[in-house]
């Protein structure tokens, strides 16, 4: 299976995308943390431009990621390479300048200003493709939702549009859509998604592979007893939070994991390396963009393109081990 795939709109790039929920940082709201924790926007910088040129072209970011800081970076240092795919998400308000995150507003109103205040941040008049962030949206609200985006492509404001969705109900009921041209999925060995990717595959989609490395387990770094840190989304109790728990990794996940720990370093990768390589063999339509906040990651994850896919022995062999778990 190859490692390039054509997008919608006629452009081949590498399957390996960049995921940049990591790098906006924490935002000033009270409560439960939905970020990685801080960050240093030096370091963030660099391994952006070490990822593009790496050969990276599909940066994955949103309003909500530190209430825009992340796509003010992408903006700064990725919007002038015109071959750079820049994906967004909209659909929660933001205040940048006071760092702020919002509530959701899928008003027609609501979403043009979120997606005015990603297209200033991205430095892009027109943004490559833009991403519902409200995964189990009501279906009842899609023609209002869609039917707004619809008319943002006809002023040139965004190209295309997608969601960012787990449920099949929402996939079909968006789906049929003009300008509709990607679902963005949790998408790893331990979720194969198998309806949501066929389905997209059938419609001629992309799947932009959420999760790829199961939000950092399947690097194979954290040991039983690990600690996160108070202000890291995977030490919440945040109900959709699967591979971390109680502020430690799940014990059953990584159990699993122990069952395909050298599977996945076959050939010499790392084990990031063997996690994209099984979504690379996985299915053709999934560009996996798996997170960062080092310029060390962004090298190891895109350092998968050049082993390519698991062999087919490698990935049957991760199927019984995984069905035997």
């Known amino acids: 299976m190859s490692t390039d795939i054509t997008l919608w709109n006629g452009r081949t790039v590498p399957r390996i995308g ?6 906006g940082g924490t935002t000033a709201n009270s409560g439960p943390s939905t970020s990685y924790g801080q960050t240093d926007d030096a370091t963030s910088r660099a391994a952006l431009q070490a990822g593009y040129e790496m050969g990276a072209r599909v940066f994955d970011t949103a309003a909500a990621y530190g209430a825009g800081h992340s796509e003010m970076l992408v903006g700064q ?11 967004t998400k909209f659909g929660v308000e933001v205040d940048f300048e006071a760092n702020l995150k919002g509530e959701v507003n ?13 297209r200033s941040r991205l430095k892009r008049d027109c943004l490559d493709l833009v991403l519902l962030h409200v995964n ?36 079909r009921a968006a789906a049929g859509y003009p300008h509709f041209v990607a679902f963005e999925n949790d998408y790893n060995v331990f979720t194969p998604a198998r309806e ?11 799947s932009i592979s959420r999760l790829p490395l199961a939000m950092g387990l399947l690097s194979g770094k954290f040991a039983p007893d690990a600690k996160l840190a108070a202000d890291d989304v995977r030490a919440q109790d945040h109900a959709w939070l699967r591979f971390f728990k109680d502020g430690k990794p799940n014990a059953e996940y990584l159990e699993r994991l122990g069952a395909i720990r050298e599977l996945l370093q076959t050939g010499g990768r790392t084990m990031p390396q063997g996690a994209l390589g099984w979504i690379l063999a996985s ?3 999934a560009v996996p963009v798996p997170g960062f906040r080092t310029e060390k990651q962004v090298r190891d994850n895109l350092g998968a393109l050049e082993f390519g896919p698991l062999p087919a022995e490698t990935m049957a062999e991760i199927a019984r081990q995984l069905d035997a778990s």
């Not at 240092?77 to 994906?87: F, K, L, R």
């Not at 023609?143 to 965004?158: K, Y």
């Not at 949501?196 to 992309?206: D, K, S």
């Open 106 to 118: 899928l008003t027609p109103a609501g979403i043009e200003g979120i997606i005015e205040g990603s």
């Open 77 to 87: 240092e990725i919007s002038h390479y015109d071959d750079a795919i820049i994906v």
């Open 196 to 206: 949501l990717m066929a389905f997209a595959q059938e419609r001629g989609l992309i």
């Open 136 to 171: 189990d949206m009501d279906v009842g609200l899609v023609p209002q939702v869609f039917d707004t985006l619809e008319a943002l492509v006809a002023r040139g404001r965004i190209a295309a549009y997608g969601w960012s969705t787990d449920f099949m109900p929402q996939a």
């Open 283 to 285: 299915s053709p339509i």
């Open 18 to 23: 960049m995921g940049c929920w990591a790098i």
